[in-house]
């Protein structure tokens, strides 16, 4: 699962290329990177957050068959299923079935006589009761005759996925014109039982038959492979999925609807497809074309080759997340499917990485619990960095890897959750920046520790070990305690199984006469909570041209180590390999950063010495210094480019100027995206006009990202201006670039783009929340005639996507007139008013009142 944390969109529609994407492409969107940043309440080990454990097994459910067919009118799946069980271990009379707002036509018991069975149901659970009970030795199959009623189902989404119905059908009656009809399924975690019966935990696994009954013009796709297809006579057909290895049944999905299928391989024997609307199937290959690489990559990097019968992957319309892992068969988020124009800006590679990680990772090894979906998602992650390393090197990759860390630590309430976490409200709670890229980062360090060719052995042993399973923990503790030979308690208990991370403070002490530094750590976080870390690190020593490595152990609450060199020290570099998961101080002066910008290899590195240089905010341009910017923006590699930007713009504004023929060349020629974007942005800093034609030809890029900041750029000079090229953008598709130029017409726009606005918001998605933000900072600014004419659409959309979020946002529009009206009751309150101006603050109390009345309407329930 590839969630989307929301609050990045508002913060930054389009990120430095660092952030998001490789190919000399520029980031549009940072993703785990779409939606904000997930607010996460705190949830702490009280009795408001229960023990999750894993789910007692008392059947083993072997395999499902089910035939399917579905009821646009009433949104219905008419449904017949048969279930394939055997008691798991001790003998068992009741059986329980997940079933949620079903419509149970019949039950029976399969055999020689098939005869119905009595049971009881109460809208989530079938129990059946059976006359004797069934013992390990017992194989038996249950028939159910059903209905499902997946729409009608009420329970609650989360922050990541943010609905639980299951099943989905999109546009069924064919009322929206722009949009085309569908179905699809989301199972994680627990809501496939939405529409088949079935035991819904992540700790059971099945084989499974799919007979899919739809219109004959329509594509089906499911997991394992298309056997048959087989016309009906009423101008339906009838596709038989079938999938003989067993998954979780979270895993198990269906989708259907008119798409365009291109058809790939791996190894020119495993069928790798991908659907997509008809008008995307030209960039079929431009958005997917990596996967058979991405494929190989990840076999011999595990030493275990891509499991599954086939990979396929498909786009739908209006999904709930950012992309599912279903077993061989991969559902995206409608952004994924672009033009080769939108590709510039996100390729949308690091997703596709994270969900045929996955493979291996959630699907052939499966979790036992939510408490343990870090085994799942933290590896996800970390499956993107592995790709980008492969494919464009390790600068690229921990350029793009630097934001994980990032996000966690932003995330102040995320800080007090353990990784592996067996107490949360909900198991919905466990999908957050936690699981996801704190544990990525912490596979980084176990990796580095470890050494590559143990840790990848390590993995190889725990998908061998497990395939088919589901896995707690201690599974992968134990594969890697049995590669390295070590006791890795220590690891596990301090980094998966405790929340926080270290606080260090790293303080350098140079003795010039005898050549040698006194390192000192303090361990500065709470000791008592968190206790006293153990850090593996390697301290680099640069002396006289050379690097002396040496590795060491910080385990105390306050550390020291003396290290000798052979001539001066130039730099003492703590964790020189950049992977402790830490917040870290050092009192490094500017000289020794400069030279560490010089001198160390990694980006992280030089990332790190830009951040302390910047925020010792240079006083001038010293030759040094303009010697490293133009080093920066003359890089072959896009992150250090824009690092020097950031470099060059933290010099007081008098110095801008000395490099304004290179930011003008970067603005205009740079083959990265984003390094033009954020050109763009440094010229529209300088207090000048005369960048206005390099911004308005910018507003032809063929880069989004570029013309949304040639646009803002013109905006900050010149809003007309700029509201005169982003009128030529107003139909294009792409949402993140729309969000850029509804900021521009909220602003500046005078003329009525209601209707924008609304097309806008209705075809948002996950950007819903900024779109509609910008449309009443809009209306704020107009009259109550036209706020009145915008009700109606409003009114509709909003009681259509009832949020608490978007009530308060609408809730805004209030503020204007509440202010009139306050305005006009104290005025009201004078006994010295005539009667000419008691009627005029009467009018305009009333009319205040009024419009506040229409803006409740909008909203109410």
Request: aromatic residues 12%; charged residues 25%; negative net charge.
């Amino acid at each position: 699962m590839r969630i989307f944390p929301i609050t990045f969109i508002l913060t930054s529609l389009f990120l430095g290329g660092c952030k998001v994407n490789k190919n000399n492409t520029s980031a549009n969107q940072p993703e785990s990177r779409i939606l904000q940043e997930i607010t996460v309440t705190e949830t702490r080990k009280t009795q408001s957050s229960p023990y999750r454990e894993s789910h007692s097994r008392k059947f083993d459910l072997i395999h499902t068959v089910l035939h399917l067919s579905f009821d646009y009118n009433k949104q219905h799946v008419l449904g017949k299923a048969v279930l394939t069980l055997t008691p798991y271990f001790y003998d068992q009379k009741v059986l329980e079935l997940d079933a949620k707002n079903f419509i149970i036509h019949r039950v029976a018991l399969l055999g020689k006589d098939t005869v119905s069975i009595p049971f009881t149901y109460d809208e989530k659970v079938i129990r059946i009761d059976f006359k004797q009970a069934f013992t390990k030795k017992d194989t038996f199959n249950i028939y159910l005759d059903y209905t499902a009623r997946p729409n009608e189902i009420t329970q609650e989404g989360s922050a990541a996925i943010t609905d639980a119905k299951g099943l989905y059908f999109i546009n069924p009656l064919k009322t929206e014109v722009d949009k085309p009809r569908q179905i699809w399924s989301q199972g994680e975690t627990q809501s496939n039982s939405g529409w088949f019966p079935t035991i819904d935990y992540p700790n059971e696994r099945m084989t499974q038959e799919l007979y899919l009954t739809v219109d004959a013009a329509d594509i089906t796709l499911s997991n394992g492979l298309l056997v048959y297809s087989k016309n009906n006579s009423n101008n339906t057909r009838t596709d038989y999925w079938s999938q003989k290895l067993p998954a979780a049944p979270y895993l198990t999905m269906i989708a259907i609807g008119e798409f365009a299928e291109t058809r790939d391989f791996w190894r020119d024997s495993i069928e790798v497809n991908y659907y997509l609307e008809k008008a995307y199937q030209p960039y079929a290959n431009l958005i997917f074309g990596s996967t058979p690489e991405m494929m190989e990559c990840f076999s011999k990097r595990l030493g275990v080759d891509y499991p599954w019968e086939k990979f396929s992957q498909i786009v739908v319309r209006d999904f709930v997340s950012g992309a599912m892992e279903n077993t061989s068969a991969v559902v995206h988020f409608d952004l994924v499917q672009h033009d080769s124009r939108e590709h510039l800006d996100n390729p949308w590679e690091d997703i596709i990485a994270h969900e045929l990680f996955h493979h291996w990772f959630g699907d052939l090894v499966t979790c036992e619990s939510w408490s343990n979906i870090p085994l799942n998602e933290s590896f996800a992650t970390y499956g993107e960095y592995i790709w980008n390393e492969y494919k464009y090197g390790k600068m690229a990759a921990d350029c793009d890897f630097d934001e994980n860390l990032k996000q966690y630590l932003r995330q102040k309430s995320a800080h007090k959750k353990d990784l592996i976490r067996f107490h949360c409200r909900t198991q919905e709670d466990m999908f957050d920046v936690v699981s996801y890229q704190k544990g990525s980062r912490v596979l980084h360090m176990l990796r580095n520790y470890v050494g590559d060719d143990a840790f990848f052995a390590a993995l190889k042993l725990y998908l061998t070990n497990n395939k088919f399973k589901s896995v707690e923990i201690h599974n992968l503790r134990l594969a890697f305690e049995e590669v390295t030979g070590e006791d890795l308690n220590w690891f596990f208990n301090q980094w998966f199984l405790n929340h926080g991370h270290p606080a260090l403070d790293v303080v350098y002490a140079y003795n010039e006469q005898h050549n040698t530094v006194k390192v000192t750590v303090k361990q500065i976080h709470d000791t008592v909570e968190l206790g006293v870390y153990k850090l593996p690190v390697a301290i680099d020593v640069y002396s006289n041209g050379k690097t002396t490595q040496h590795k060491v152990w910080v385990d105390k609450a306050e550390w020291t180590a003396v290290f000798e060199a052979d001539a001066p020290i130039d730099l003492t570099n703590f964790d020189a390999d950049k992977q402790l998961l830490a917040v870290i101080t050092e009192n490094k002066t500017t000289k020794e950063y400069e030279y560490q910008l010089d001198n160390a290899p990694l980006y992280l590195d030089k990332a790190e010495a830009v951040d302390a240089i910047i925020e010792n905010k240079p006083e001038g341009l010293t030759p040094k210094l303009e010697q490293q910017i133009n080093s920066l923006i003359n890089h072959s590699f896009y992150g250090l480019r824009e690092l020097g930007i950031d470099l060059l713009m933290a010099l007081p504004d008098t110095f801008h100027y000395v490099f304004e023929k290179q930011l003008v060349n970067m603005a205009t020629q740079d083959p990265k995206a984003s390094v033009r974007t954020n050109a763009i942005e440094a010229l529209s800093e300088l207090e000048t006009n005369k960048f206005e034609p390099i911004f308005i030809k910018a507003t032809q890029d063929s880069a989004y990202s570029v013309v949304a900041a040639a646009i803002s750029a013109l905006a900050d000079k010149q809003g007309n201006t700029a509201l005169k090229y982003a009128k030529g953008y107003l139909q294009t598709r792409n949402k993140v670039f729309q969000m850029r130029l509804s900021s521009v017409i909220a602003q500046y726009g005078t003329d009525d783009y209601t209707n924008y606005f609304q097309q806008q918001l209705q075809s948002a998605g996950h950007y819903a929340y900024p779109m509609l933000n910008n449309y009443i900072v809009y209306l704020k600014k107009q009259d109550s005639t036209m706020l009145l004419n915008a009700k109606p659409a409003l009114t509709k959309w909003y009681q259509a996507n009832k949020k608490s979020v978007f009530k308060n946002v609408i809730e805004n529009l209030k503020t204007p007139y509440t202010e009139k009206y306050n305005e006009a009751s104290n005025a009201l309150k004078s006994k010295k008013l005539n009667e000419a101006d008691k009627i005029k603050w009467t009018a305009q109390q009333q009319a205040a009142l009024s419009m506040i009345n229409h803006i409740t309407e909008i909203t109410n329930d």
